[in-house]
C-alpha cells in the first residue's frame, strides 16, 4: 500500500480479532437455529475474517503482499456475495444454486486484475474497489427494505437496515476523496488509517441487526406454535368434554362440573334434574338406518335446547337419554318446560327419510330439595321417566 492509504496495523489486527469473534458467535447460533440466512451471513464472516487476516499478514511481510491483496480482494467480495444471499434467502427469494457458483469468477478476476492494472500506486486500486465493496452493502439495503415486516421482525431490521446504510456511505465516501487524493498527490484525511475501527464498529452493528432479525423470526415461530398448541390444547379439552354427535357435555364431564357449581354454593344450591330418554330409537334405526338414528338424537337434542336456558347443563347421559340440570328452578317451573318438547319433535326430518317422522321422548324431573346428593336425585328423575313410558304404553 502507499501512503494514500495504509490502514493502521493494529487497527487492522484489532478488526481481524473482532471478526473473529463474530464468526465464532454466528456459526454457534447458526448450529442452534438452522437458519438458512444465518448459515449465509456465518460464511461470509469467515470469508470477511480471512481477507482481513490476510490484509494485515500482507502488511507484514513484502513477499507475501501479492498474493494477501488477491486473498484480501477475493474474501471482501465473496463475503459481499454471501451476505446478499443471506439477505435474498431472509427477504423470501430464491437462494443461490450450484448452477450459481459461477458468480464467483468474476469477483476473483477482478481481485487478480485489479492491482496490476493500478500499478503501484494503488489509488485507481482503492477507487475501484472501495466502490464494488460498497454495492455490496448498498443492493443488501435494498434487499432489506422489500423484506415484508412482522412485529417480531422490525427492531432487527433496523438495525441491518441502519449498518448496511452507514456501511454503503462508509465505502462510497471514498470514490470523492480519492479522486480529491489524485489532484492533490498527498492523502486528504487521516482518518484512512484508523478505517478497520470504523469497518468493525459497523460489521458488529450489523451482526447485531442480523441477530436480532433471526432470533426475532424464532421468537415469532415460537409465538405462533404456542398459539397453535394452545388451540389444540382447548380443542382437546373440548372434544374430551363435549359429545360430538350432538354437542352436549359428555356423562365424564358431569362431576367436575355439577359437583364445583355445588361445592361453591353449598347448601344454597337448588333447581332440578331432568332425565330424558328417545323412545323407540332402535325401531328408528332399524327402519331407516343408523344415519337417521343420529341424525334422530341430535334432533332430540336441539328440541332439548330450545326447552332449557343458556346456563343449564345439557349431558349425553347414553345412547338414547339426556339428564338436564336445571339450577334455580322449582320442580313446577321444570315440567312447564318440558311441557312443549314432545310437540317440537313431531313432524322431524331425518337422514335417509323421504317423509317427516314423529318423534317423541320420556321426561322424568326431580328437584334437588328431594334427595341428598346428585346421585340420589338422578336416580329419582331416572325412576320418574320410567314411571312416564310406562303410562305412555298404557296410554
Same mark, same amino acid.
Given at each position: 500500500?502507499?501512503?494514500?492509504?495504509?490502514?493502521?496495523?493494529?487497527?487492522? $489486527?484489532?478488526?481481524?480479532?473482532?471478526?473473529?469473534?463474530?464468526?465464532?458467535?454466528?456459526?454457534v $447460533?447458526?448450529?442452534?437455529?438452522?437458519?438458512r440466512?444465518?448459515?449465509?451471513?456465518?460464511?461470509?464472516?469467515?470469508?470477511?475474517?480471512?481477507a482481513?487476516?490476510?490484509?494485515?499478514?500482507?502488511?507484514?511481510?513484502?513477499? &507475501?503482499?501479492?498474493?494477501?491483496?488477491?486473498?484480501?480482494?477475493?474474501?471482501?467480495?465473496?463475503?459481499?456475495?454471501?451476505?446478499?444471499?443471506?439477505?435474498w434467502?431472509?427477504?423470501?427469494?430464491?437462494?443461490?444454486?450450484?448452477?450459481?457458483?459461477?458468480?464467483?469468477?468474476?469477483?476473483?478476476?477482478?481481485?487478480?486484475?485489479?492491482?496490476?492494472e493500478?500499478?503501484?500506486?494503488?489509488?485507481?486500486?482503492?477507487?475501484?474497489?472501495?466502490?464494488?465493496?460498497?454495492?455490496?452493502?448498498?443492493?443488501?439495503?435494498?434487499?432489506?427494505?422489500?423484506t415484508?415486516?412482522?412485529?417480531?421482525?422490525?427492531?432487527?431490521?433496523?438495525?441491518?437496515?441502519?449498518?448496511?446504510?452507514?456501511?454503503?456511505?462508509?465505502?462510497?465516501?471514498?470514490?470523492?476523496?480519492?479522486?480529491?487524493?489524485?489532484?492533490r498527490? &498527498?492523502?486528504?484525511?487521516?482518518?484512512?488509517?484508523?478505517?478497520?475501527?470504523y469497518?468493525?464498529?459497523?460489521?458488529v452493528?450489523?451482526?447485531?441487526?442480523?441477530?436480532?432479525?433471526?432470533?426475532?423470526?424464532?421468537?415469532?415461530?415460537l409465538?405462533?406454535?404456542?398459539?397453535?398448541?394452545?388451540?389444540?390444547?382447548?380443542?382437546?379439552?373440548?372434544?374430551?368434554?363435549?359429545?360430538?354427535?350432538?354437542?352436549?357435555?359428555?356423562?365424564?364431564?358431569?362431576?367436575?362440573?355439577? /359437583?364445583?357449581?355445588?361445592?361453591?354454593?353449598?347448601?344454597?344450591?337448588?333447581?332440578?334434574?331432568?332425565?330424558?330418554?328417545?323412545?323407540?330409537?332402535?325401531?328408528?334405526n332399524?327402519?331407516?338406518? /343408523?344415519?337417521?338414528?343420529?341424525a334422530?338424537?341430535?334432533?332430540?337434542?336441539?328440541?332439548?335446547?330450545a326447552?332449557?336456558? &343458556?346456563?343449564?347443563?345439557?349431558?349425553?347421559?347414553?345412547?338414547?337419554?339426556?339428564?338436564?340440570?336445571?339450577?334455580?328452578?322449582?320442580?313446577?317451573?321444570?315440567?312447564?318446560?318440558?311441557?312443549?318438547?314432545?310437540?317440537?319433535?313431531?313432524?322431524?326430518?331425518?337422514?335417509?327419510?323421504?317423509?317427516?317422522?314423529?318423534?317423541?321422548?320420556?321426561v322424568g324431573?326431580?328437584?334437588?330439595?328431594?334427595?341428598?346428593?346428585?346421585?340420589?336425585?338422578?336416580?329419582?328423575?331416572?325412576?320418574?321417566?320410567?314411571?312416564?313410558?310406562?303410562?305412555?304404553?298404557?296410554?
Amino acid at each position: 500500500m502507499n501512503q494514500f492509504f495504509r490502514p493502521n496495523l493494529v487497527a487492522l $489486527l484489532a478488526q481481524a480479532g473482532g471478526t473473529a469473534l463474530l464468526v465464532a458467535f454466528s456459526v454457534v $447460533l447458526y448450529r442452534a437455529t438452522r437458519s438458512r440466512p444465518l448459515g449465509y451471513w456465518a460464511l461470509a464472516w469467515v470469508s470477511l475474517c480471512a481477507a482481513v487476516t490476510a490484509l494485515w499478514a500482507g502488511l507484514e511481510s513484502v513477499w &507475501a503482499r501479492e498474493p494477501a491483496i488477491f486473498v484480501y480482494l477475493s474474501g471482501e467480495y465473496l463475503f459481499g456475495y454471501l451476505l446478499l444471499a443471506g439477505c435474498w434467502s431472509y427477504a423470501g427469494w430464491p437462494g443461490p444454486s450450484r448452477r450459481d457458483l459461477w458468480l464467483v469468477v468474476p469477483g476473483a478476476l477482478l481481485a487478480y486484475w485489479l492491482p496490476r492494472e493500478a500499478g503501484p500506486g494503488f489509488n485507481f486500486f482503492c477507487l475501484v474497489h472501495t466502490l464494488v465493496y460498497g454495492s455490496f452493502f448498498f443492493i443488501g439495503l435494498e434487499v432489506m427494505r422489500s423484506t415484508p415486516i412482522t412485529s417480531g421482525r422490525l427492531p432487527g431490521l433496523r438495525v441491518m437496515q441502519i449498518a448496511l446504510a452507514l456501511l454503503t456511505l462508509d465505502y462510497f465516501q471514498f470514490a470523492p476523496v480519492f479522486v480529491v487524493s489524485l489532484f492533490r498527490g &498527498a492523502p486528504v484525511t487521516a482518518y484512512w488509517q484508523y478505517l478497520p475501527l470504523y469497518d468493525l464498529f459497523f460489521q458488529v452493528m450489523l451482526m447485531f441487526g442480523m441477530v436480532m432479525v433471526v432470533t426475532g423470526d424464532i421468537r415469532h415461530d415460537l409465538e405462533v406454535a404456542n398459539r397453535n398448541l394452545a388451540q389444540a390444547r382447548d380443542n382437546f379439552a373440548a372434544m374430551a368434554q363435549i359429545d360430538h354427535l350432538t354437542s352436549a357435555l359428555n356423562r365424564h364431564v358431569f362431576h367436575s362440573l355439577v /359437583h364445583s357449581r355445588q361445592g361453591a354454593e353449598r347448601t344454597k344450591v337448588s333447581g332440578c334434574v331432568a332425565m330424558i330418554d328417545v323412545d323407540d330409537l332402535k325401531a328408528v334405526n332399524d327402519r331407516y338406518g /343408523h344415519p337417521a338414528g343420529d341424525a334422530a338424537i341430535r334432533a332430540v337434542a336441539s328440541a332439548i335446547r330450545a326447552c332449557i336456558r &343458556a346456563d343449564d347443563l345439557l349431558f349425553r347421559w347414553g345412547g338414547d337419554e339426556f339428564l338436564v340440570v336445571l339450577f334455580g328452578v322449582s320442580e313446577t317451573e321444570a315440567r312447564t318446560r318440558f311441557d312443549g318438547l314432545a310437540a317440537r319433535l313431531q313432524r322431524t326430518t331425518l337422514s335417509g327419510t323421504s317423509t317427516a317422522v314423529d318423534l317423541s321422548a320420556a321426561v322424568g324431573v326431580a328437584a334437588f330439595a328431594e334427595a341428598t346428593s346428585f346421585d340420589d336425585v338422578i336416580a329419582l328423575a331416572d325412576a320418574m321417566m320410567y314411571g312416564a313410558k310406562r303410562r305412555q304404553l298404557v296410554t
